[in-house]
């Protein structure tokens, strides 16, 4: 299972973090990530970071410099430090896990985690 946390309301330039725990068979995950969906939009990849091994992390060029993606494994949680807030990154924040796909489409990941809201005021 996952859970994220820590959206909310923040004004443009503003910073966020968001959070999403994993419990159970978390010895599977090989990549967890996050993705987001604005109200008349597709879900779209923001950032991933490999489980199993390296750190190794991925961003979408619109949030690249400005979002951070981290990992605790010993929490077993993920982070998604978020600065220099736009109101473009105004969208539901959902994070994903998969065993095996590592890539960027949401298409691909079988777990997820219920989103958390972001808002981002101009």
């Known amino acids: 299972q996952l859970q994220a946390s820590g959206g909310g309301l923040v004004q443009a330039g503003g910073s966020l973090r968001l959070s999403c725990a994993a419990s159970?068979?978390?010895?599977?995950?090989?990549?967890m990530g996050w993705f987001r969906q604005a109200p008349g939009k597709e879900r779209e990849f923001v950032a991933t970071?490999?489980?199993?091994?390296?750190?190794?992390?991925y961003y979408a060029d619109s949030v690249k410099g400005r979002f951070t993606i981290s990992r605790d494994k010993a929490r077993n949680t993920m982070y998604l430090q978020m600065n220099s807030l736009k109101p473009e990154d105004t969208a539901v924040y959902y994070c994903?896990?998969?065993?095996?796909?590592?890539?960027?489409?949401?298409?691909?990941?079988?777990?997820w985690g219920k989103g958390t809201l972001v808002t981002v005021s101009s």
């Open positions: 994903a896990a998969d065993p095996a796909y590592s890539g960027s489409n949401h298409d691909y990941y079988t777990y």
């Open positions: 159970g068979r978390t010895y599977v995950i090989a990549t």
């Open positions: 970071i490999s489980w199993s091994g390296g750190s190794t992390t």
